[in-house]
């Protein structure tokens, strides 16, 4: 046993392995991640999950703005975790044409839970795997991910099948904890990835190197959080934070490229 946590210990904080461009861990790996998120997420999620995932709204407002949702867009929450992005949904949408899901049932349950306080269809709630969407090509118009990004197996998978669902001149935004593309996560962060992955999420992906190299998405907005979020805690890691928006490139063909820069250091 403390060979085998050795050895992954040492697969989590090597650079090649925390910044992959694939994100295919070994299956051995990647079943025992799962496993532990899930037994994680369940617990969370019946304990103190809303409690301290609060300090997030503003960065979820910021994210809604982001996504520019119409009185008539169909949208799709990828992770959606317990339901606390319904409270900043744009009063004017139509929620009936939201449709939210996450791996964790007790997540589910949650969000199942609040969905009619905000006119949320219960069905629209669900179970479900971001890397296999059920649903047909151009679906949606906007599709967000709030804090999920880090915790799929394979999210370069997800982001091919957000593309896939995703309608002509739709939108992703994306809310997560990211390293930026002119970055490397220091050695106590990697250190520390192996523990978040394991509990929550992978800490140390990069957005650029998640949507791959035969992507057709391009980011065209790339901000931090930082100052953004409310509560100590929450103020001070939500300069680790970013919100990025995603189109199809052939969609917005004349809208340039950002890239997972701060436009602060771009222009350094």
Same mark, same amino acid.
């Given at each position: 046993m403390y060979r085998i946590i050795s050895l992954l210990f040492l697969l989590s904080i090597s650079p090649a392995f925390s910044m992959q461009s694939d994100y295919e861990e070994t299956s051995c790996c990647s079943r025992i991640t799962r496993k532990a998120q899930n037994f994680c997420y369940q617990v969370m999620a019946k304990?103190?999950?809303?409690? =301290?995932?609060?300090?997030? $709204?503003?960065?979820?407002?910021? %994210?809604?703005?982001? =996504?520019?949702?119409?009185p008539d867009d169909k949208v799709l929450f990828v992770g959606e975790g317990s339901g606390l992005d319904f409270e900043v949904l744009p009063e004017q949408f139509n929620k009936r044409n939201l449709q939210a899901f996450d791996f964790s049932p007790e997540m589910v349950k949650q969000a199942k839970i609040k969905a009619p306080q905000f006119g949320i269809p219960v069905e629209n709630c669900f179970e479900g795997d971001a890397q296999q969407l059920p649903f047909t090509e151009e679906k949606f118009d906007k599709i967000y991910f709030p804090l999920s990004l880090g915790s799929i197996p394979n999210p370069t998978l997800a982001l091919q099948e957000a593309?896939?669902? =995703?309608?002509?001149?739709? $939108?992703?935004?994306?809310?997560e904890k990211l390293v930026d593309d002119? %970055?490397?996560p220091s050695y106590a962060r990697r250190v520390l990835n192996f523990f978040t $992955?394991? =509990?929550f999420a992978d800490i140390n992906r990069n957005l650029t190197q998640m949507m791959g190299t035969n992507s057709r998405f391009k980011i065209v907005d790339y901000q931090s959080l930082e100052n953004q979020l409310s509560g100590v805690f929450m103020r001070k890691i939500g300069a680790y934070y970013r919100v990025a928006t995603i189109v199809r490139q052939d969609d917005y063909p004349d809208t340039p490229s950002q890239g997972a820069r701060l436009n602060t250091k771009k222009d350094d």
């Open positions: 304990t103190f999950w809303d409690p =301290l995932m609060r300090g997030f $709204k503003p960065g979820r407002a910021i %994210s809604m703005n982001a =996504l520019d949702i119409q593309e896939r669902v =995703l309608a002509r001149n739709g $939108k992703v935004v994306v809310m002119d %970055s490397r $992955k394991f =509990l």
